[in-house]
Nanobody, 127 residues
Framework: QVQLVESGGGLVQAGGSLRLSCAASGPTFTGNAMGWFRQPPGKEREFVAAISRNGVTKYYADSVKGRFTISRDNARYTVDLQLLDLKPEDTATYYC????????????????????WGQGTQVTVSR
């Protein structure tokens, strides 16, 4: 089992940046592809970014491509999401998730693929 704890959220002006971090418990972290999802106020949770077990494959939602960067450190059991050029529509609760079923070099953008979830961290972007 993997426990996930997100941090780094906050209030930022449009055009600003944040760095979200997700700390995972246990050595099984390296056996999981990792993803970030977000849930805007009043909307469904949506995919943001994912990274494969070895960090080679990365995949982004079109809405964040070129602005957000996902990375992981398998020695520290962390996965980060760098958010640049933030927009008001990026306001959401951001969740870290782990997928222990996807093959080694692959990632998934499907919420149903992810087994373990963090509690979320709030990102608010003001105009």
């Amino acid at each position: 089992q993997v426990q996930l704890v997100e941090s780094g959220g906050g209030l930022v002006q449009a055009g600003g940046s944040l760095r979200l971090s997700c700390a995972a418990s246990g050595p099984t972290f390296t056996g999981n592809a990792m993803g970030w999802f977000r849930q805007p106020p009043g909307k469904e949770r949506e995919f943001v970014a994912a990274i494969s077990r070895n960090g080679v494959t990365k995949y982004y939602a079109d809405s964040v491509k070129g602005r957000f960067t996902i990375s992981r450190d398998n020695a520290r059991y962390t996965v980060d999401l760098q958010l640049l050029d933030l927009k008001p529509e990026d306001t959401a609760t951001y969740y870290c998730a782990a997928d222990n079923r996807v093959s080694a070099g692959s990632v998934s953008s499907l919420e149903m693929s992810y087994v373990y979830w963090g509690q979320g961290t709030q990102v608010t972007v003001s105009r």
